[in-house]
Nanobody
Framework: QVRLVESGGGLVQAGGSLRLSCAASGRTFRTYTMGWFRRPPGKEREFVAGISWIGIITPYADSVKGRFTVSRDNAKNTVYLQMNSLKPEDTAVYYC??????????????WGQGTQVTVSS
């Protein structure tokens, strides 16, 4: 069992930065690929980025490539999403998840409650 808690969301102006954190509990955290997803207002949840337990990156979504960076610290049981050059279209609820290396939601077994990111223009 893995419990995930996101933090770091908030309101930021376009062009600004935020760093999301996802703290995990559970002895098996290190064996999971950790993914970040987001659900923009009125839209389906979509994949953003993923990272395996040894640091292999699942390719970023095209919409965030070059602006977002995913990382993890296994010693702290934490995964991060550094978001730079934020745009209003990045506004969404951001979720972290634990599962297998994939861009597909069904490959992820555990989900956090989500954190709201709002980017103003």
């Amino acid at each position: 069992q893995v419990r995930l808690v996101e933090s770091g969301g908030g309101l930021v102006q376009a062009g600004g930065s935020l760093r999301l954190s996802c703290a995990a509990s559970g002895r098996t955290f290190r064996t999971y690929t950790m993914g970040w997803f987001r659900r923009p207002p009125g839209k389906e949840r979509e994949f953003v980025a993923g990272i395996s337990w040894i640091g292999i990156i699942t390719p970023y979504a095209d919409s965030v490539k070059g602006r977002f960076t995913v990382s993890r610290d296994n010693a702290k049981n934490t995964v991060y999403l550094q978001m730079n050059s934020l745009k209003p279209e990045d506004t969404a609820v951001y979720y972290c998840a634990a599962g297998r290396a994939s861009m597909e939601e069904y490959e992820y077994d555990y989900w956090g409650q989500g954190t709201q990111v709002t980017v103003s223009s």
